[in-house]
Nanobody, 119 residues
Framework: QVQLVESGGGLVQPGGSLRLSCAASGIDFKLYLMGWYRQAPGNQRELVATITRGGSLNFADSVLGRFTISRDNAKNTVYLQMNRLKPGDTSVYYC?????????????WGQGTQVTVSS
């Protein structure tokens, strides 16, 4: 059974930091591109950041320079370090494992973790 379990969300003041973690099980983690997406109420789910199997990074323009993504293949975990948070970053953040192109051919979503940026 495949599971992606996010943790680390919560309430933070503007300008603060949070680190999200996503622990994967049931997949050969190192074969998957890993990503973080977010969805605010009334909005479509949007890309935040991705990291390829080889470690190449991609970020949404809105988070570039403030967020970073990393992975630890030994721990089957991907991280999203979020700095200088803004109220506009308030969303449910979802972990995503994408093996469709260069991997086993499947993809999976986590259940999401709420991030609220407010004073």
């Amino acid at each position: 059974q495949v599971q992606l379990v996010e943790s680390g969300g919560g309430l933070v003041q503007p300008g603060g930091s949070l680190r999200l973690s996503c622990a994967a099980s049931g997949i050969d983690f190192k074969l998957y591109l890993m990503g973080w997406y977010r969805q605010a109420p009334g909005n479509q789910r949007e890309l935040v950041a991705t990291i390829t199997r080889g470690g190449s990074l991609n970020f949404a323009d809105s988070v570039l320079g403030r967020f970073t993504i990393s992975r630890d293949n030994a721990k089957n975990t991907v991280y999203l370090q979020m700095n200088r948070l803004k109220p506009g970053d308030t969303s449910v953040y979802y972990c995503y494992a994408d093996g469709r192109i260069a991997g086993p051919g499947d993809d999976y979503w986590g259940q999401g973790t709420q991030v609220t940026v407010s004073s």
